[in-house]
């Protein structure tokens, strides 16, 4: 089993907790646990230290004899530790109740603010004067890249692209580019949309960040919004609060698509693709974590296989978490698609009572808009409780909207918005959109019933899924009804089935769908092949739509250097392919790597050691990397890692991983290089026979280990071994390591 700790560090685990919060002046008496000496205590209690964010050159040590932390202060001089810095250190640490803090504790000593975590191991001090933080910054580059190609031989081929480039710069600053590319050609049509959509540079100050560039709010990452107004910039520049930096990224809803075939859904913004995604007959739940933020309208395009639209609708999107940040910020520039002059302010905070946020957008002339939004969690006996209401004006009209989300496990959720007459102004044309929702689980199965309406739309959705465990076998089933949302006919209603059923790393799905008169029908089976270094997929699928019937197999490989997947499919006399890749690629003086994607501009350069021929592999904050090279690691935005986390994937190879990163406010555009430090222990045992079965005895040559007459024999290895040589009294055998057949090692003479 992986740690990311060495394994002494399991002894802070047993020290007797505390409430204590402030150190000055407590008296601390320290007991050493059953089974621990104090001499054990005194060598193994070592923690990675910061002052002011800044790395220590040495560790601060549990000291038993002393009943303190305590620290190297002849390495610290001769490292550049100043005698000022280091009387603090003594002062603060004298202080620090550490044997009354189980796992990690918060303090607040002589002024400075002290973050102790006994289980990573580390140790904070900052000046409690200090509220922020400004960390050291280099030269480094972070790019995000997706690609996205079909094609089929009916002169269908589509070509989309997509990229984010941070580039990290000295002084707390860095800059920020995305562009697209959409190519798309289907018979006699060909349409070509590209262009760099977004581009600014920033600096960042200890309260306050200065940006300036072009900015397009298709772009902006979902849950980024706190209020409904946000307009797109030609040129700006923006003063804001560090706080308003750190949004809170959770999903803000989820709608349910119903498709009549196989395919992809492009999502549509102002006459520009923003997103690509997968769809599958029937029931498809998008999250809105996949969609840029904000309150707006979107095209919706089902486009199968061949490049055929199935069907397009349009849906109005509130993508807007209330609440969900604190901050300020001021902007002028010109606005995206007038050149006109526009100010935009915001500001968000909350208290122990309720969230609110506020907008101000003022145009040349008379032209301006007004937001003010303000919502109250609260608990009303078992139910959770959170309304929220809106105010909107502008030079055309004053309007408004009210959203609802209450729900407990035993009365089921709901959640109900209505926004009315949001179209204030010339810079603020939104329409008008009406939503409702309820699901209540009972047993193992969950109703709930969906109704939405904006513009000529109206939708109402009903739905029951059904889950079921037993015997390994994880069944899900969906059923449904929609009305609405088709078209315009009379028979602008639809029935679905979605069936997965799941076993081990077995994955079946079959899916039927009924609409205007037809029945829809698909599956897909697929297996998962998990290894040291990430998950490959190998499945196929299949669909029938009344007489033409499909076919196709697919690969997916999800490992250290990004997702890629790939299918090959004929559709009746139409054969048609795809290919997607989706990684980041990040460079600095430190090395290149390539990666999972790093939606924040932030990495790791994780570099692990070669252990002689053994390959193995880890996970590093829940993504794999591999032995004896140089891997890309995504990390959060503006977080502090000390040590970064590790977890093994492999149950027959016991490791101890320690992954000190010393990760100060993880900076967009920075690349930060990390040394794994990795140890091995394996474990052969089992039974030495030669080709007819006859067990080898005698002695391990290079480990000096003994076989015993029936063959038996263990050996512990720090590195993989491909082969052993046994002497015995009948001569010389080379034993194959490699391929055990229940447990038996083949040895041949020689």
């Known amino acids: 089993m992986g740690r990311n700790i060495p394994g002494w560090a399991t002894g802070l685990l047993l020290l007797t907790p505390s409430a204590a919060t402030y150190a000055q002046g407590a008296q601390i008496e320290y007991q050493v646990p059953a089974g621990f000496s104090e001499a054990e205590q005194d060598s193994s209690m070592q923690f990675l230290a910061t002052l002011d964010s800044k790395p220590l050159p040495g560790p601060v040590s549990w000291s038993a004899k002393q009943n303190r932390l305590t620290f190297d202060e002849a ?24 044997a009354v803090c189980p796992n990690g504790c918060d303090y607040t000593v002589s002024g400075q603010t002290v973050s102790l975590d006994k289980v990573k191991q580390s140790i904070s001090i900052t000046d409690g004067n200090q509220r922020y933080v400004q960390p050291q910054t280099m030269m480094g580059f972070i790019h995000n890249q997706s690609l996205d190609v079909r094609t089929a031989s009916n002169e269908y081929r589509a070509v989309s692209a997509f990229g984010q480039g941070y580039l990290g710069l000295p002084w707390q600053s860095y800059g920020y580019l995305s562009w697209y590319y959409n190519d798309s050609k289907n018979f006699d049509t060909q349409t070509t949309v590209q262009g760099v959509s977004t581009w600014y540079l920033q600096k960042n100050f200890a309260t306050t960040y200065l940006r300036s560039g072009r900015q397009d709010s298709r772009d902006n990452a979902a849950g980024s919004v706190s209020t409904s107004l946000n307009p797109s910039f030609d040129q700006f520049v923006t003063l804001g609060s560090q706080d308003n930096l750190k949004r809170d990224n959770q999903s803000a809803g989820k709608m349910v698509l119903f498709a009549t075939a196989d395919g992809d859904y492009e999502f ?72 006109k002059d526009l100010l935009s302010a915001g500001a968000s905070f909350q208290t122990k009572w309720f969230a609110a946020s506020s907008a101000l957008l003022k145009g040349t002339g008379n032209t301006w808009a007004m937001e003010h939004n303000l919502t109250r969690p609260m608990q009303i006996a078992n139910v959770e409780v959170t309304p929220t209401v809106g105010v909107m004006a502008g030079e055309k009209r004053v309007g408004g909207y009210a959203s609802l989300n209450a729900g407990s496990p035993q009365l089921g959720y709901l959640t109900a918005s209505q926004y009315q007459n949001t179209s204030v102004s010339e810079f603020y044309p939104a329409r008008n959109s009406t939503s409702f929702g309820y699901s209540r689980q009972f047993g193992p199965t969950r109703l709930g019933y969906n109704y939405s309406r904006y513009t000529n739309s109206e939708r109402h959705q009903l739905q029951s899924t059904w889950n079921w465990r037993g015997n390994g076998v994880w069944a899900v089933i969906s059923t449904g009804v929609q009305k609405g949302g088709y078209d315009s006919g009379s028979n602008n209603y639809g029935l679905y089935l979605n069936t997965t059923i799941m076993l081990d790393r077995n994955t079946g799905t079959l899916n039927a769908a009924y609409n205007n008169g037809k029945l829809y029908t698909g599956g897909s089976y697929a297996r998962d092949f998990e290894d040291s270094t990430g998950t490959t997929t190998a499945g196929i699928d299949f669909s029938d739509i009344g007489r033409t019937n499909a076919v196709g197999l697919n690969a997916r490989r999800s490992g250290t250097r990004g997702d890629a ?9 139409t054969t048609s392919g795809s290919f997607n890749y989706n990684g980041m690629f990040a460079a600095s003086q430190d090395g290149i790597a390539l990666g999972r994607t790093s939606p924040s501009g932030a990495a790791m350069l994780v570099r692990t050691p070669k252990l002689g021929d053994a390959k193995y592999g880890f996970k590093v904050e829940g993504n794999p990397v591999g032995g004896g090279s140089t891997y890309a690691v995504p990390l959060a935005s503006y977080q502090d890692v000390t040590f970064a986390r590790a977890q093994s994937v492999d149950s027959n190879v016991d490791m101890n991983i320690r992954l000190p990163a010393n990760i100060v406010r993880a900076h967009p555009g920075q690349v930060y290089p990390v040394k794994a430090e990795v140890e091995m ?70």
């Not at 610290?76 to 550490?98: F, M």
């Not at 997947?565 to 006399?573: E, T």
């Open 268 to 339: 549509y913004r102002d006459g520009r693709l923003i997103r690509r995604i997968p769809a599958v007959i029937g029931r498809n739940e998008i999250d809105y974590n996949q969609l840029p933020g904000g309150f707006y309208s979107l095209e919706i395009r089902l486009v199968n296989r061949s490049g055929q639209v199935v069907s397009s609708e349009n849906q109005q999107i509130a993508n807007i978490n209330y609440g969900g940040s604190t901050g300020w910020y001021v902007t002028l520039g010109k606005e995206l698609d007038t050149e």
């Open 565 to 573: 997947s790939l299918r090959l499919g004929v559709d009746d006399d």
């Open 75 to 98: 390495l610290y001089r001769k490292n550049g530790v100043s005698t000022a810095q280091i009387d603090l250190l003594n002062k603060v640490l004298t202080q620090i109740p550490y």
């Open 681 to 750: 222990n394996l474990l052969y045992n089992g039974f030495l026979v030669d080709s007819r079965g006859v067990p080898v005895s005698g002695t391990v040559s290079e480990t000096g280990d003994a076989v015993y007459p029936n063959g038996l024999f263990s050996l512990a290895s720090t590195t993989l071994i491909k082969e052993i040589t046994v002497t015995s009294k009948q001569g010389r055998y080379r034993c194959d390591m490699t391929q055990p057949k229940d447990k038996r090692y083949l040895c041949v003479a020689g």
